[in-house]
């Protein structure tokens, strides 16, 4: 399938210009699972490690306005892209990390 047949397979009529929220949130709908079956492989898994680890997402400390804004786009992408909002979740991770 060419990528042009994906794309209209993915985003079909939503490429208009209509500013109309329902437009928009659908097509954030369409574009987070996308994200998530791309990085939901186990090789996307690490090509997803490796995008949060060039954006500072792991830096304990970002001090320049350069590692800010990447860590910034981190979140976005976690948030935002991969639709990541489970914020119990998110943490008993984090804390998980730490205690094996």
Known sequence: MESNEDYDKIF??????DEDAKIEE????RMSE??????GTDEGKLVLHQ???????Y????????????????????FKRLKCDNYR???EMLYDCNQK
Request: hydrophobic share 40%; glycine share 4%; charged share 30%.
């Open 59 to 78: 830096e304990v400390e970002n001090v320049t306005e350069t590692s800010i804004t990447l860590n910034n786009f981190a979140k976005f992408m976690i």
């Open 34 to 39: 996308c994200f998530r079956r791309v990085f």
């Open 89 to 91: 979740q998110m943490t």
């Open 26 to 29: 659908e097509r954030d709908k």
């Open 12 to 17: 079909g009529a939503l490429d208009g210009k």
């Open 51 to 57: 995008i949060l680890t060039d954006l500072k997402f």
